[in-house]
């Protein structure tokens, strides 16, 4: 559905593109990752046709942007971050003149199903000047989802919204994706968001991309050492210690320890042979997820700018 | 229904219906009024004759469309990038042409309106005379080219600079640069540099029709070159618009 390989762009003398690759099959979700100015929103405009690229190959649904880019669009759902509204349009008939813009025909009535979806079933009728951040957020869901897509790009989708809105939202896109077999390219800080829906990531950086694959192969690949914080209810025996587990340090109840990646089992293994030996855990948290770990290793300054593809 | 209509819609409806739009209708009343006033009091005393009255409002509501275009044009896209409204319409499959024209088309609907409400005034003030019908129909054949022009202008300063201010402030100036024959008086008009200005300025062309049909009573084929004037202008402003547009700043 989207194939990018080496992509360059260069905007006002300045080259923003260095190297992006990018590669999301029908039914993929795609979390594109990177900090802020990294090229993430620039490579979605380049994916629309929005913006020229200098060189490298780029394809969506098969089609050359910088050539079809009104036939990719119309195939195309798109939730740009921080996009705005006609505030004095009720959602409603915001929907229905945007849809307009893409051929669609449908009626007020046609469109309530969809805003019952994102949750705003009840508020079609309301201007949109009067919503909240977090039902713009929705509503600007409903807009990308609106011209039934074969393709969805969603910019920051879940900003601004509660957790129950969040899990919503996921919860839309996971179904959006099983059912019709589409892609979803999400660009998104939030690494949860990545870690719940995603299948493929993609780590950008400065303009190229650093890591590129299957999200279960990359973080297999990963191998590093594991962190967590365990809240004890006294204090254990610590020199008596199973293999793969070390200790770190503790403050009050609580322990830091560090699991070795390959442990035989997993980590719930080793949690249970602590509680053999006396280690009453209450309490068990993560200190930082692999996700999280692969993506500050991967963007840390001085991290090698080879690209460590794993397609 | 093509997207250049669902574009015009759109900005129709935001004119007529938001206060900004209702706003404007009520001060260019008020200006109206006013200039009215002033003129039926000079055309009693015999101060001014019924043409010169009905060229001078023709001037002002010509004046007045230049001026709304320019802030509409100047909205067009930079407002909307600034109120984040412009990346959802490129991200439509909208065409370049089809966004301009839906945009232009909403200029149109403004341009209509002030000259629906101008003309009560232009008939208060010039019923009497025997010009009222060739001033109506030489404003609205000239004056929509120049008003579309520096509709397509202030759009194409827009687009390209992405700023509401910065357009704004370039296209006003420009329009207070074009207008200046109204300002400089008959006596430097007649110099080389006015007629060199009068020659290749829109607007001067429109005010000089205006002058030959309201005043002097001139036909039609005399107006040609100034027509070929303000088509050329509009033209131009056109080529402008499209090129800043197809590469708008909108990030």
Same mark, same amino acid.
């Given at each position: ?119 705003? !079933? ?190 | ?203 001067? !062309? ?46």
């Amino acid at each position: 559905m989207i194939s990018i390989e080496n992509l360059h762009l260069t905007i006002e003398g300045k080259e923003i593109l260095k190297g992006i690759d990018l590669h999301l099959q029908p039914g993929d979700i795609y979390g594109l990752l990177g900090p802020n100015g990294a090229g993430k929103s620039t490579t979605i405009f380049a994916l629309l046709g929005l913006r020229a690229h200098g060189s490298g190959r780029i394809s969506v649904l098969g089609r050359d942007p910088g050539e079809h880019a009104a036939a990719i669009r119309s195939s195309v759902g798109v939730m740009p971050e921080n996009a705005g509204f006609y505030e004095w349009m009720t959602a409603l008939a915001y929907l229905r003149w945007y849809g307009r813009l893409y051929g669609e025909t449908q009626s007020q009535r046609d469109l309530l199903p969809l805003l019952e979806k994102v949750g705003l !079933g009840t508020q079609g009728h309301r201007p949109i000047g009067t919503y909240s951040r977090g039902m713009k957020q929705r509503l600007s869901v409903a807009r990308a989802l609106m011209p039934h897509p074969s393709l969805l790009i969603l910019d920051e989708p879940t900003n601004g919204l509660d957790p129950k809105g969040r899990r919503e939202i996921h919860d839309l896109l996971l179904e959006f994706a099983a059912e019709r077999n589409a892609g979803v390219l999400l660009c998104t800080h939030l690494l949860d968001d990545v870690d719940r829906l995603c299948n493929r990531i993609g780590i950008i950086d400065r303009g190229r991309t650093r890591l590129e694959g299957r999200l279960g192969d990359l973080l297999a690949e990963q191998e590093t050492d594991k962190r967590y914080r365990l809240h004890l209810e006294a204090e254990p025996d610590t020199a008596n210690l199973p293999a793969g587990i070390s200790l770190l340090a503790h403050e009050g109840d609580w322990w830091r320890v560090q699991i070795q990646f390959e442990i035989p089992g997993g980590p719930s293994t080793l949690w249970g042979e602590l509680w053999r030996r006396g280690w009453r855990i209450l309490e068990i948290r993560s200190e930082a997820s692999s996700l999280e770990e692969l993506y500050l290793t991967i963007t840390a300054p001085g991290h090698s700018h080879v690209q460590e593809a794993a397609i | 229904m093509k997207t250049h209509w669902t574009i015009a819609y759109k900005e129709s409806a935001q004119m007529l219906r938001s206060q900004r739009g209702l706003l404007w209708v009520l001060a260019f009343s008020g200006l109206l009024s006013a200039f009215s006033l002033l003129l039926v009091s000079n055309t009693e005393l015999s101060l001014l004759d019924n043409a010169q009255v009905v060229y001078m409002m023709s001037g002002t509501v010509l004046a007045s469309g230049a001026l709304l275009a320019a802030i509409l044009g100047s909205d067009a896209y930079a407002g909307e990038k600034e109120r984040g409204t412009l990346v959802p319409l490129l991200c439509a499959p909208v065409s370049v042409n089809a966004l301009l024209t839906g945009k232009a088309l909403g200029m149109l609907t403004a341009w209509g309106v002030m000259f629906a409400v101008a003309t009560p005034y232009l008939w208060a003030v010039g019923a009497s005379g025997q010009n009222l019908g060739a001033a109506l129909f030489y404003l609205a054949l000239f004056g929509t080219p120049v008003v579309l022009g520096f509709g397509y202008l202030a759009m194409a300063v827009s687009a390209r600079t992405g700023s509401v201010l910065a357009s704004l402030l370039s296209t006003v100036t420009l329009l207070m640069l074009a207008a200046s024959p109204l300002l400089i008086g008959p006596g430097l008009r007649g110099t080389a540099i006015g007629r060199a200005l009068d020659a290749v300025n829109p607007f001067a !062309g429109a005010l000089n029709t205006l002058d030959s049909v309201i005043i002097d009573s001139e036909p039609f084929s005399a107006q040609f070159a100034r027509l070929l004037l303000v088509v050329v202008w509009l033209g131009l402003c056109l080529l402008a618009a499209r090129r800043s547009a197809a590469h708008p700043n909108f990030q």
